[in-house]
């Protein structure tokens, strides 16, 4: 496609961009830096303060209550974060709301101009959609931004914006293909975003040595959990893992905020996140897809008591550790809904059958899609018996959708019922 018939909705451009560049996934900042330069977005600061979050879990829920605290003191945030689970305007929210079509394509068109003004730079759906955000961020002039890395640190798009605070949550192994096996390499690159000179809050107590081994390199000032700061007990309980709920505190002061009681209270007792711990009724949904995220949800299904059963709807992608994540749910789930995902990393439900198997877990159903496999549940569930549906974004975002048109269609059936 030229650049003189670009798009004009954003379906067809996020077609547009999924097919712009031969890889996904192609990390490195030499052609995004080149971009963004073009873009006029090394120039200045991006807007009066940014916080920059990495880490393998914890990321979106801190983002989420770093947002939440901000707004509650008057702040204006943008927020940039990935993936989403229903619309992809679900990652950018300026001041609390998702960015509309016309601000995600205003976005587009400006790192398109940028991209071909000169020799041409091929960037990633991502690139081009953290690019976009930036620009639009830019030209927001919020009092604080918000952005969450996508994929490592040191190599991720995000990292083109020097950040005032860096928020390194947690470190584990995930996306293995591009970070490799060993924690502290992963640590080293989640490092990345730290600057030298500038506050560097590290929301985890078992960090690898190297995340500190990188901020003594660059002179980065530490802040660690457990040491300058942790979390109080008589603070509302947000649903979200209370670390970073102490990490969001910690950053917004170093950030320079004047953080005052009340506004922190309201805050926390008011913030959801999609996707994560999220109850709908008799459903938890939650995306973890490794086994440190199983292992935080096994706590906390552990102390919150179920008369009925507990199964676990789970759909994981390929490349993921499905061992590890079912040896972590394996002590608070009594049974199990395997479902197969779609796609080029799809893992099948007879795979996940046989792994819950060899765990002594006991299979019920094999569902063709989690979204089957939630039909299936649903019609077989007890008042008392609860579901956890995890293993994925992918997984967690069929079975909202399923969740969204059953309710859809109860409320057309009520409408007629009420018309005749």
């Known amino acids: 496609m030229s650049d003189h018939a670009l798009p004009d909705t954003l379906p067809a451009w996020l077609a547009r961009l999924e097919a712009a560049h031969p890889v996904g996934i192609d990390l490195g900042l030499e052609r995004v830096a080149e971009v963004a330069r073009r873009m006029g977005l090394l120039d200045a600061p991006l807007c009066d303060r940014v916080i920059t979050v990495a880490g393998t879990n914890g990321k979106g829920s801190t983002v989420a209550m770093l947002e939440a605290l901000a707004r509650a003191h008057g702040l204006s945030t943008a927020a940039y974060t990935s993936p989403h689970l229903l619309r992809y305007n679900e990652r950018l929210r300026l001041d609390g709301q998702e960015a509309d079509d016309a601000t995600l394509i205003a976005g587009f068109e400006a790192v398109e101009v940028a991209r071909l003004d000169g020799e041409p730079v091929s960037l990633t759906y991502f690139e081009v959609g953290t690019l976009g955000a930036l620009w639009a961020i830019a030209r927001g002039q919020m009092d604080l931004a918000i952005l969450e890395v996508g994929l490592g640190g040191r190599l991720d798009a995000v ?43 590290l929301g985890s107590t078992t960090l690898p040595a190297s995340v500190r081994q990188v901020a003594g390199e660059l002179g980065a000032e530490v802040h660690a959990l457990g040491e300058a700061f942790d979390w109080d007990p008589t603070l509302p309980d947000p649903g979200l893992p209370l670390d970073n709920a102490a990490t969001a505190l910690q950053a917004l002061l170093l950030a320079g905020l004047d953080l005052e009681e009340e506004a922190c209270r309201r805050a926390l007792a008011g913030v959801e996140l999609p996707g994560r711990m999220q109850w709908l009724g008799q459903w938890c949904l939650d995306v973890g897809h490794n086994p440190h995220a199983a292992g935080y949800l096994a ?37 199990w809904v395997p479902a197969s995902l779609a796609g080029e990393r799809a893992r099948a439900a007879d795979d996940l059958a046989e792994r819950l198997a060899r765990h002594g877990g006991a299979v019920w159903h094999r569902g063709a899609s989690p979204a089957e496999a939630a039909d299936w549940l649903a019609a077989r569930l007890a008042p008392e018996d609860r579901v956890l549906v995890c293993g994925s974004f992918f997984t967690v975002a069929e079975v909202l959708e399923w969740r969204l048109a059953g309710e859809q269609t109860a409320g057309e059936d009520t409408a007629s019922e009420g018309a005749r």
């Not at 020097?162 to 591009?178: E, L, N, R, Y």
């Not at 552990?302 to 499905?322: F, H, N, S, Y």
């Open 159 to 201: 990292n083109v914006i020097d950040p005032d605070v860096a928020v390194i949550t947690t470190v584990a192994q995930d996306h293995a293909a591009f970070l490799g096996t060993d924690l502290e390499g992963i640590g080293r690159e989640k490092a990345g975003i730290l600057r030298a000179g500038r506050p560097a809050v």
């Open 299 to 335: 706590q906390r299904l552990a102390v919150r008591p179920c008369r009925g059963r507990t199964v676990g709807l789970l759909g994981m992608l390929a490349d993921k550790d499905a061992d590890g994540v079912i040896a972590a749910l394996s002590p608070v789930v009594d049974a």
